[in-house]
Every structure is written in C-alpha cells, then in structure tokens.
C-alpha cells in the first residue's frame, strides 16, 4: 500500500480530517448536555433562536420547536418557527 | 510547597506513562525535585519505562496502608539525583487504594518536592480518579484521532468537577499535550488538526510531541527519552513542554514533514 502510494501521488485521497472534526463538535455538543455540567445544546439553541426572531417579530415562545434526528450516517437540526398572522405588516411598521 | 500534576487521557495508549518519565525526567534536569506516582495499580509500567523495575521493594498501596514508610518506598533515579518513583503495586487489590488515604501520602510528599506527577490509569474509573483527585494542575495527553478526543473531553469534565480543587470552587489548570503527531499524515489531511483539537477541547496546548522511534528505543532500555536521547525530536518537543510548564513561553513548533529524499525514506519506513 505505501509502495503504491508512493507512485499515485497524483490521484490523492480526499481529506478525512474535516470529517472528524465535524463528527467530533457534534457528539461533544450532545454529551456534554449529557453530562449536565454544560448547557443543552438544543436548549441553547432554542434560546437564541427565539431571542434573535424575537427581536423583529413578536412571537409565541411556545412556538419555536428546535428538534434533532440522530442518523446512522448524518444528524439533522429542524427548526419550527411558527409566526402569527400580520406579522409583516408589524414588521413595516417597526422599520 | 509542591505542585501535583496528574498526567491524565481516559483513552489508553496514549503516550501517559511515556509522558509522565519524559516530563519528570525533564524537570529534574532542571534542577526541580520530583516525585513520579504510578497510579495503575495492577498494570504498573512506570518503573519499566525508567528502568527501575527490578528495584521495587514497597508500593503505593503499601505506603497508603502504613506497612512501609514513603522513605522506604521511594526509588531514587539512578541518573537523576532529582528524580524519584513511587511505584503502583503489582498484585495487591486496587479497592486498598482510598481516597484518604492517598490524600494522606500526597500531603506528606508535598513537604518533600517541588513536583509531584501523578500517572493515571486509563478508563474513568477509581484509580483515575484517585490519581487526579488532589491535582493542582493536569496534562491530558491526547492524540490526534477522534475517539482520544472524545475521551479527552469527558476527562476534562470530571476534572472540572470531581477533584477537591473543583469542590473547592477553584480551578484545576488544564494543559493539552498532543501526542503521536504524524506529521506525513497532517499533510494528507488524514488527521485531526492541532487547532481544531484545541477549539473542540478549549483548553491550551502544551506541546506537541510527534510520533518518533526514538520513544520506543528509549521505553525499550528503560530511560527517559529526554535523557536516552535528548537532541531527538520527541525528547526536544518534552523538554519544551516542560519549560512552559515552569511558566516559559516558548514559540509552538508543530513537527513538519521531512522534505524531498528524507521524506521518500520516511515514506517508505512507515
């Protein structure tokens, strides 16, 4: 393999350590929830997503679901705002 | 008064014990006197790696339980006046190994050094405990590959919380040492980067040793590679660590890839 390696360095692998960065911030962020001594990461998030819609639009705190599906291959983030009725129009006249 | 340090990772296999003989060594060259704990009770490999296995007499476990006094159980270093080892025991129980009790020895030898590491079993479980439980400060030696990450982060949580200085509401200063760097790998983008551990682990970084023979030669004559072989580029990377650990501030040189012909033999070795 490394013989070969040596002659085919024009036909490079793809990196793999981005992958592991990413596979490592996203487990981390779940275990540390876990372990309680940091914040929940969907908590968190849920926080400062209501806070940043919040401060153009008024909204029912009730109503902003942040969601994770953990995957065998990939884990996806859903975030469910719901907005009231009008709101661009409360939008206009804030501006 | 001394500084107890615990050489710390979760993950086995990491370069802990290696680190522990490269960076007591290292401080004792620097004139510090140090005391090195085996905290593996049952797997003890300290006094292997320093060359001092066929000298243990008394042990931890028999200093915690009063058969023998520190002075007995101590192993001075044969090439370093500075340096002593405080073997694990090899047989006994490691249930005989109390909280308090150690507490007890570490408190006694605080009189008597300026440093005292502390090498910690692998896992999470008691004897790790045990051996970071009264640390001043920590080394977590981690490699650069995701699951010694990973172990690294949980033990940077239990030093956050399970050490009397975290009770105490303070902080246990917590150093990175990376270690088994492959510089080749790096450059293929096949691990992990130094900075992305540190920003994963926000903790700061001690050094970074690269993976080299010359750390095995030395564990197989049983010396201290900063002693075995100290213009070496592990042992230069250790005795740097072990400068900033005595408040130096160095420049961090992160290990490149031997160029050109070197770098063709390298290849070819690995």
């Known amino acids: 393999m490394s013989m070969f390696r040596l002659f085919s360095s024009s036909r490079p692998e793809p990196a793999t350590a981005p992958i592991a960065r990413e596979r490592l911030q996203i487990l981390l962020a779940h275990e540390r929830g876990m372990r309680g001594q940091q914040p929940d990461l969907l908590l968190l998030l849920r926080e400062e997503i209501l806070a940043a819609v919040s401060r153009h639009v008024a909204l029912d705190p009730d109503k902003v679901i942040v969601r994770m599906e953990r995957g065998k291959d990939i884990s996806t983030l859903e975030v469910d705002v719901e907005l009231p009725n009008g709101f661009e129009r409360s939008l206009a006249a804030a501006s | ?270």
């Open chain 2, 1 to 270: 008064m001394a500084k107890v340090l615990v050489v710390t990772s979760g993950k086995g296999g990491v370069g802990k014990t290696t680190s522990t003989a490269a960076i007591g060594a290292a401080l004792a060259q620097n004139g510090k006197k140090v005391a090195v704990v085996d905290f593996d009770v049952g797997l003890r490999n300290l006094d292997l790696v320093l060359g001092a296995e066929r000298r243990v007499v008394f042990d931890l476990i028999n200093v915690v339980q009063g058969v023998a006094k520190l002075p007995q159980a101590l192993i001075r270093d044969k090439r370093l006046e500075n340096l002593w080892l405080l073997p694990a025991s090899q047989t006994r129980d490691k249930e005989a190994l109390t909280e308090e009790g150690v507490g007890r020895v570490i408190a006694d030898m605080r009189n008597n050094f300026d440093f005292i590491l502390c090498d910690s079993p692998a896992g999470i479980e008691r004897g790790a405990m045990l051996a970071m439980r009264y640390a001043d400060e920590a080394i977590i030696v981690t490699n650069p590959e995701v699951s010694s990450v990973r172990d690294s982060d949980r033990i940077i949580g239990m030093l956050d919380s399970k050490t009397v200085k975290a009770e105490k509401g303070e902080q246990v200063e917590k150093h990175i040492l990376i270690t088994r760097y492959d510089p080749a790998r790096a450059a293929r983008g096949e691990m992990i980067g130094i900075d992305d551990i540190l920003e994963i682990l926000a903790t700061p970084l001690l050094g970074i040793i690269p993976e080299s023979q010359d750390v095995l030669r030395a564990s197989n004559v049983g010396s201290p590679v900063t002693l075995n072989s100290p213009a070496s580029a592990p042992a230069r990377a250790y005795a740097d660590a072990t400068k900033r650990l005595l408040g130096e501030t160095l420049p961090m040189l992160v290990p490149a890839e031997p160029k050109g012909l070197m770098k063709l033999f390298a290849r070819r070795a690995a």
